[in-house]
Nanobody, 118 residues
Framework: QVQLVESGGGLVQPGGSLRLSCAAS????????MGWYRQAPGKQRELVGV???????NYADYVKGRFTISRDNVKNTVYLEMNSLKPEDTAVYYC????????????WGQGTQVTVSS
């Protein structure tokens, strides 16, 4: 059974930082592309960024330079370091796994709330 469990969300003031974690089980983590997405109230889910099996990363323009994704293939965990947070970053953040060894598979975590407010 595949499980992706996010943690680290919370309330932070504008300009602050948070670090989200996503612990994966039930997949070959090192052979999976890991991504972070977010969904704000009334909006569609959108990509934050991805980290590939070779650790290369891509980010959406609206977080580039502020957010960093990393992975620990020993702990089967992917991280999202968020700095210089803005109120518009408020959303539920979701972890996503795309195992490269099974075409077309896609798994989601339950999400963690991030609220940026003074």
């Amino acid at each position: 059974q595949v499980q992706l469990v996010e943690s680290g969300g919370g309330l932070v003031q504008p300009g602050g930082s948070l670090r989200l974690s996503c612990a994966a089980s039930g997949i070959i983590f090192s052979d999976s592309v890991m991504g972070w997405y977010r969904q704000a109230p009334g909006k569609q889910r959108e990509l934050v960024g991805v980290i590939r099996t070779g650790r290369s990363t891509n980010y959406a323009d609206y977080v580039k330079g502020r957010f960093t994704i990393s992975r620990d293939n020993v702990k089967n965990t992917v991280y999202l370091e968020m700095n210089s947070l803005k109120p518009e970053d408020t959303a539920v953040y979701y972890c996503n796994a795309r195992p490269q060894y099974v075409v077309g598979t896609n798994y989601w975590g339950q999400g963690t709330q991030v609220t940026v407010s003074s």
